[in-house]
Nanobody, 125 residues
Framework: EVQLVESGGYLVQAGGSLRLSCAAS????????IAWFRQARGKEREGVSC????????YYTDSVKGRFTISSDNAKNTVYLQMNSLKPEDTAVYYC??????????????????WGQGTQVIVSS
């Protein structure tokens, strides 16, 4: 059984930083696409960043470019999202997701096969 467990969400002031982690079990990081999505209250889930677990390019939605960094540690089966210069509009539940497809980027939730339970990020102004 594949499980993704996010952690690292917290309440932080605007301008601050957080690092989210997503630990995967039941799956080996071969050649998958892994992503971070977020969903703010009353809004649709949106893709934030994605990358291939085999290395290579990373992709970001425009609103987080230059502030967020996605990385993976395949030895630990863990993906991270480093978030700097946080803004109140970054407030959302953040989810990690894995797609068995390669060759992304993939930005639609339906393209992903496995999801974590989410971790709440709140950025106060």
């Amino acid at each position: 059984e594949v499980q993704l467990v996010e952690s690292g969400g917290y309440l932080v002031q605007a301008g601050g930083s957080l690092r989210l982690s997503c630990a995967a079990s039941g799956i080996t990081f071969d050649d998958y696409t892994i992503a971070w999505f977020r969903q703010a209250r009353g809004k649709e889930r949106e893709g934030v960043s994605c990358t291939s677990t085999s290395g290579g390019s990373t992709y970001y939605t425009d609103s987080v470019k230059g502030r967020f960094t996605i990385s993976s540690d395949n030895a630990k089966n863990t993906v991270y999202l480093q978030m700097n210069s946080l803004k109140p509009e970054d407030t959302a539940v953040y989810y990690c997701a894995v797609s068995r497809k390669a060759g992304g980027p993939f930005w639609w939730p339906y393209e992903y096969d496995y999801w974590g339970q989410g971790t709440q990020v709140i950025v106060s102004s």
